[in-house]
């Protein structure tokens, strides 16, 4: 079986005044490579880009490369409410050497499909490197529909597409296009079973918490050893049910702080745990495990 690549939605750590962390995301991104992780996207969802200042996105981006250079993919986010705030990060992400620059769907205002054509195709035009779509109409009420999508990968700096939405539409992206155009899904339930049929480029914000759990499902999955790579699974999916108990961001900064990985990953107005909480979240068996550095299940 051909080896699947890992994409990490890294969170953007922060200090007391909001700025970046940087000690915080130079110990967050050797975690990703030292675990196996095949590349990063810095300043994603995951990386609450739009609650950044755009100082802090621009540091976040100059310190995410440098720190990443010659270790893996590097991914860079810039979508914004508006044509000309994405074009401006995009500009200013044509200064760095990346592998890609992806783009979330305008939120806020909604546009129609022409539109939509009419915005990836400005942008794919002012990039230096490949342009991504990405699909999150959950978050952004705005879908790039499959006609959109294919009419977009006709653009030769529209390289793929992120695919956050239900996977029956990467399936026809697939279907229909082919090795060409590149599709990255964010499934991280289901990793396993996705693996087992094929679908081998994954991304996730859940892989940056615990990448040591999605680098164990694609190294079982390699060997066809379909028993361990559920292991690793069942542990990744109960780490994404005490990020729905205790809040995603709460969780990673409680959860990467006891790794000693400093910074505060959740900005206001989140309010961090309290020490209940956060006690109650660091002695549960899921991340004693993950703190251990285990592999073996916890009891159900």
């Given amino acids: 079986m051909e080896k699947p690549h890992l994409i990490s939605a890294i969170g953007t750590p922060l200090d007391e005044s909001e700025s970046l962390h940087v000690e915080g995301l130079a110990a967050h ?35 995410g490369v440098e720190f990443s250079a010659g270790r893996g993919e590097i991914l860079v986010g810039a979508g914004d409410c508006s044509f000309a705030r994405t074009k401006a990060r995009i500009q200013y992400l044509n200064e760095f050497k990346i592998d890609g620059a992806v783009v979330l769907t305008p939120h806020f205002v909604r546009f129609s499909q022409a539109e939509l054509l009419a915005y990836y195709r400005a942008l794919a035009d002012v990039s230096r490197a490949p342009l991504y779509l990405y699909d999150l109409p959950q978050r952004t009420g705005c879908k790039i529909e499959l006609a959109t999508a ?16 239900e996977p029956g539409y990467a399936r026809e992206i697939i279907d229909a296009l ?49 028993i361990a790579a559920a292991t690793h699974q069942r542990l990744l999916n109960r780490l994404r049910g005490l990020a729905v108990t205790y809040g995603v961001f709460q969780m990673m900064t409680a959860v ?20 209940a909480s956060r006690e109650a979240l660091l002695a549960d068996p899921t991340i004693r495990s993950l703190l251990a550095h285990q592999v073996s299940s916890p009891a159900a």
């Fill in 29 to 63: 991104l050797a975690d990703q490579w030292e675990h196996g992780i095949d590349g990063v996207l810095i300043a994603g969802t995951m990386g609450l880009m739009p609650l950044l200042s755009d100082q802090t996105y621009q540091d976040l981006v100059r310190r």
């Fill in 150 to 165: 294919l009419e977009l990968s006709k653009h030769p700096n529209i390289r793929g597409i992120k695919c956050s939405d």
């Fill in 178 to 226: 082919g090795p060409r155009f590149r599709v990255v899904i964010a499934q991280p339930v289901l990793m396993d079973a996705f693996l087992r049929f094929g679908i081998m480029e994954h991304l996730d914000g859940m892989y940056a918490i615990a990448p040591q759990w999605a680098a164990g499902i694609a190294l079982e999955a390699t060997r066809e050893n379909w």
């Fill in 256 to 275: 990467l702080n006891a790794r000693h990985i400093p910074g505060n990953f959740a900005p206001l107005p989140y309010q961090p745990l309290g020490s």
